[in-house]
């Protein structure tokens, strides 16, 4: 995402309200563009910085993950898989269709009477958008059950339950993405004319659309805080313990810390758009059926937040590159691998303590 900060289309579509072209007028914004950052070389350059940050902890993921015989570690890894996948697409699907189009300088409007292509790259927004948040959540949720509930089998997530799960926020996200092309809402084209997104207008179906979109992302980030500040506080009470104060576990920190850093990232990227998005659409209720074209004010807020957002994917990857313990025992070297989170716990049963350490 956020890969609309290029120059407006050929031609101004500003009376075309019936179709994806309209909301904005493209001559507004034109000289301006032209003398930004919007210049193609620098979105180029950041799209390969997140490209390859992605691929490169991809392959880092799928190395350690041949590495573990811990079921626990081997589900966080397949979240986190799922998380670097959907970053690197949602990169390469958008700057596959934008970047060509600011490089050849196409008419939108002649090349997508239609509309198709702004729908697929609306609800390519939509969806590699929503992903990231719902599988923080999810991954925030599978630690907060295995920290605070570590004896339970329940809690105990095989390879193919967590890869059955990212498919399930997938298809989730698919359907959510899916909602304007089946008449809930509207994809159109937005300022300065390089990229679709889901539209701030007063219309009813519009205004639903973007209120079920930010409030859903503004619950997985609410959601994901609730569970990530709960497993600290129950991490940090039992490492303290009296009776277990040098039996420390370096695993769930280890995932903790970078759950928490996706987190960070992901409250930073993106609550400024979110709430933007909901206070648009709610000032301008009452005015419903009296504005048809967005003010050039929120054309230009709406794409900074926007650029904003596309830090989320670059940055995603380098918390789980930097914050694993491969690199952080370089840093200090007096970490070192310690008994697992079962050891915390008063004394269980042997024969039960060695069932729980096989699962």
Known sequence: MGWGDMEAPNGSATGRLDTCFGVFNASDGRGNVQ??????WFSTAFGLIGLCSNLFALCVLLSSSRKLSS???????VFLCGLVVTDFMGLLVTASVIIPYHFIKFAWAEVDPGCHLCNFLGF??????????LLGATMAGERFFGINHPFSRSTSISKRRAWSIVGLVWGFSCLLGLLPVLGLGRYTLQYP???CFLTLLPDT???????LFALLGIFSVLLSFIFNTVSVVTLCRVYHDRESVQRRRDSEVEMMVQL???????T???MPLLIFIIQTVLQQLPASGRIQVLPTETQKMLLIYIRMVTWNQILDPWVYILFRRAVLQRVYPSLRPRPSILSLYPVLNP?????????
């Not at 003398?35 to 193609?40: E, G, L, R, T, V």
């Not at 079921?71 to 890894?77: N, Q, W």
Request: charged fraction near 15%.
């Open 35 to 40: 003398n930004s950052i919007a210049s193609p």
């Open 71 to 77: 079921r626990a570690r081997s589900s966080f890894l």
């Open 124 to 133: 390519s927004m939509v969806f590699f958008g929503q992903c990231p948040l």
């Open 193 to 195: 004319g390089s990229w």
């Open 205 to 211: 179906g519009d205004v639903v659309f973007c209120l």
């Open 260 to 266: 928490v850093g996706i987190m960070i990232i992901a």
């Open 268 to 270: 930073i990227c993106w």
């Open 351 to 359: 024969s039960l303590r060695r069932k729980l350490t096989t699962d």
